[in-house]
Every structure is written in C-alpha cells, then in structure tokens.
C-alpha cells in the first residue's frame, strides 16, 4: 500500500466579490468543487482540516465546519497559525496519511471579509479604544500600530541594512499584477508600473497602497490522499514532496530579526525531506500580504542570499519568463486576499503542477514552492510540491 | 527619570495589569521602566513572564535607565481607530533599550519625518489609570547621550 500524500483534487470558491455567499459557504463551494475535481465520493472522506477565525460572523472553526459538511472523521486539526495556517496543514496531513490515521482529508477556508466590512486597509486595529486589554497584546495596542504598519517596520530595517529600495519592492508587486492581468478573476487587472506603485498613497512608511494586497472574499478547499488511492481517480495526482513550518514570534513587537522570519528555519527542513534545493524549484507561491513579505521569504528560503533581494528582483527573476516566476494566479497583491490565504498557495501550485494554468502556465513546472506568512512574519509554513514521485 | 504626565481621558486600549505584569505597570506610574532578568542565566527579557524565556527559571525585576535607540519604525498615516485616527500620521517605533531586549512605542513631540533608525532616544511615561503608567519615547537632544552605545 503505497501511502505516499498528494493532492487530488481542489476548489475554490466565488471570488474575488462574492455578495451571495457568507463565510461558511464559501467553504461549502469551494468543498463541493474540490470533491467534483477529485473525482470521490463525499462519503469517503475520512479526515477533515480546517481553520476559521476571519473574524466573521459564522463560526467557521474545524469542529462546526466537520459537523456542517458532516465529515465523519477520524482525523482532525484546526491548527491557527494566521495565513500559513494551510501549509502546517499540509505538513500535518502528510504525516497523518502516511501515518494511516486518515486516508482521505478535506482542507477548507472560507471568508466573506470584503462582502461583510468593505475596504478597511490599514485600519487593522483589533482592540476597541478604552477597553481593558490582556494578555501580550497589551504591549503593543495603546501604540495604535496598524496591520500594514508590522509589516512597515521590517521593510524599514531591510532598507537601513541592506539598501533595498521602494522601487524594488514595487517590481514584485508589478511582476504579481502581470498575472493577475491573465488571471478573469482577480481583483485588479489594469496594467500598473513602478511608478505607480511608489506613486501611491503612503499608508505606513515605506510602504505604499500598491505594496499592500487586496481585500477579497473567497474560499479555497483541496484534498489529500494517498498515492494509491489517486491512481484510480482522474487528476494528475500531486506529490508532497516536503513540508514544514516554525515560529518566532507571534505579536510583532516579539519579532526577532526585522530582516528576516522564520522561513530560515523551515525552509531547510523542507528542502530536507524533499531532497531538494532552491535551484530545484521552477516556480513560487508566496504569501505577498505586502511586498516586503515576498522579499523577506525570498532570502530567508535561500533562493538569494539574505540582502540581495532587492537587487535580484528589480532585475524580473520573479516575474513572468524569470527564474522562479511568482503568484502566477496574480496573488493576494491584485488577485484574492480574503484574510488568511495560505490556502490559494497550494490550489494555484497544483493548477501548475498539473499544467492546467493557460496562459500563466510556467513552463515544464515539475516543483513548486508554496510559503504561507502567518501573523506578522510570525509562523511560516513551507510546502514543495511535485509533479513527480519522489 | 520622574517624567511622568497624566492623561486628561485615556481612550487607547488599557492594560490590564495582572499578577506577573503590575510590578511593570504600576513603576511606569512612578516614571520608572522596570524589565525583566533572569538570575540563573542572566538572560534580559520583555515583555513581563512568568518565566525566563531562555531557562524557564523565574526572573526578577531590573530596573533600565530609560534610554534605548530606534531599531525600526514606521509612520502610520491610516488608521481607522479612534482616538488613533486623530493623530495620524505618528511613529510606532521598536526601540532597543540599552539593557538589551526591544519594545515597541511610540516617538512622541517630534516631527515624523524626522525619526531615524539608530536615533538615541528617551523615555516618558502617560499616567492611564492609577495603576497604569504607559511608557512612550522622545528623541534625545544630539549629544546628551552619556550611555552611548
């Protein structure tokens, strides 16, 4: 019995606008296509993996969302880690499946964050002002930082450090946009320059408007098996090929090293089990909440030494025809960021691996690298998938 | 390092001292940054535990000399929460304190634009709450820098 996990099957949801649906049935649709695309039957599901906690008003967490979907499972996780909390998932499911806890596991997200409040970018307070605050957020809320503000305070020290420039930053967010141009879905299609990213309004230095992702809805679901059972079922089965994650902090105030996260500690276990370096990899799913969180992955996975980011970027490596294209699906920059988007980094790797992404299709991609940011630079998540056996 | 002022109507979020943190918040009261440190492995953390994040033994309170410099920052110039929202643009900044271990505050009474990384600066503190004291930070006069790093 060959247990080795993949992926055979995945969904997503309406998006980017998507009035019609709340947050839980965006997890139901995107569920519902994923199980069309694998091919199964529902009732075979054995294992069920979610997270919820956009911070809407259905209760979305792993044990509602099993009893919703009625998934009689034997394995379950709902591990949080903010927008990573899928590639754990991957790394969680991989050892459950080779561990035979479960044989076949439903992952799901779902939100309705930009239906629900609008465009609330840079507003991202979560305390209420003069209310009583507990725990190690209380050393952080009475300073009125914003969600784009954590992210603001590593691009500076990048900068102070190694001279990373706005204009560099912003080549990551223009190579993204081309995407999403090909991409009938996403969020923002026009063509966009250099120029107008840095153009844009400043919502917390130095970071401007462009360098932040949008705000979408949108769900994603996909499903995990094992390699034996997918030779019965009609996708191009997807290998996990290694996977794993770590944290160094969760409030940013907690951060270690503005310049980096603790992809440098995931990232080498990754390539590890994967037998794999960074040279193997022919395309890359970051999670870009902000151009800075690209970078910042970008060395501390060791696809360029740390510091020579910048440099390495504005010369295109990440953008379509460059050495390890980025966020071919036009990313949470300009496509789909509905809150915790880890998941759409392994749906859109899987569409490459599978060579079904048209005209964004990197070409002969046999690996693909998907790094989920959780939090501030806080938990990341790292998973390689393969077209082919490992 | 007494500069203590009291806010007329404190609407930020209030910390709720607890019985690991009061000793932080109630000298900030009293003008004083308190940290804390380990006695077995000498390790210097924030924010306030229960434990020594290095050996897990029990730390004891140290106090600073209210000095640090800016390690990173960024000026905040949308912010939909009140009384935030009035005040954009302002810095949040990480300051390394001179003791070590780096927290997060705002640099006050200065022009944003103004504030640099590895600027020296000094603590003040706004009374919140009788049991309250919130640190904040003020760039530090160019040469009057005595523990310079």
Known sequence: MDRTPVIVGTGLSDYPKAPHLDGVQHHVLAARRAITDAGIEKSTLDGYVGVGGSGGMMIDDAVTMAEYLRIDHRYIDGTMTGGSSFEFHVQHLAAAIREGLCDTALVTYGSDQLSRMGRMLGTGGFQRPGQRVTGPIQYEAPYGNSLVGAYAMHAMRHMHEFGTTSEQLAEIAVGVREYAMLNPHAMYRDPMTVDDVINSRMIADPLHKLDCCAITDGGGAFIMTTAERAKDLPQLPVYVLGAAGAQTHWNVGQQVDFTSCAGALAGPVAFGRAGLTPDDVDMLMFYDSFTITCLILLESLGFVPKGEGGPFVAEGNLKKGGRWPLNTDGGGLSSCHPGMRGIFLIIEAVRQLRGQAGEAQVPDCRVALCAGSGGWLSCIGVAILGADRP | ?149
Not at chain 2, 51 to 61: I, S, V
């Open chain 2, 1 to 149: 390092m007494s500069d203590v002022t009291t806010a007329d109507e404190w609407t930020k979020p209030l910390p709720q001292p607890d019985d690991v943190n009061r000793p932080y918040w109630n000298a900030g009261v009293e003008g004083r940054l308190v940290i804390q440190q380990c006695p077995r492995c000498s390790h210097r953390q924030f924010y306030p535990r229960a434990l020594c994040t290095q050996c897990g033994d029990e730390p004891e309170w140290m106090d600073c000399t209210g000095r640090g410099t800016v390690h990173t920052f960024t000026i905040v110039r949308q912010m939909g929460m009140r009384p935030f929202r009035d005040e954009l643009p302002y810095v949040v900044a990480m300051i390394e304190l001179d003791e070590g271990p780096l927290i997060m505050g705002n640099i006050t009474d200065c022009d944003p634009e103004s504030v640099e990384i590895g600027a020296p600066v000094a603590v003040h503190f706004v009374r919140a709450a009788d049991d309250v004291g919130v640190p904040y930070w003020r760039l530090s006069a160019a040469g009057f820098r005595p523990s310079a790093r």
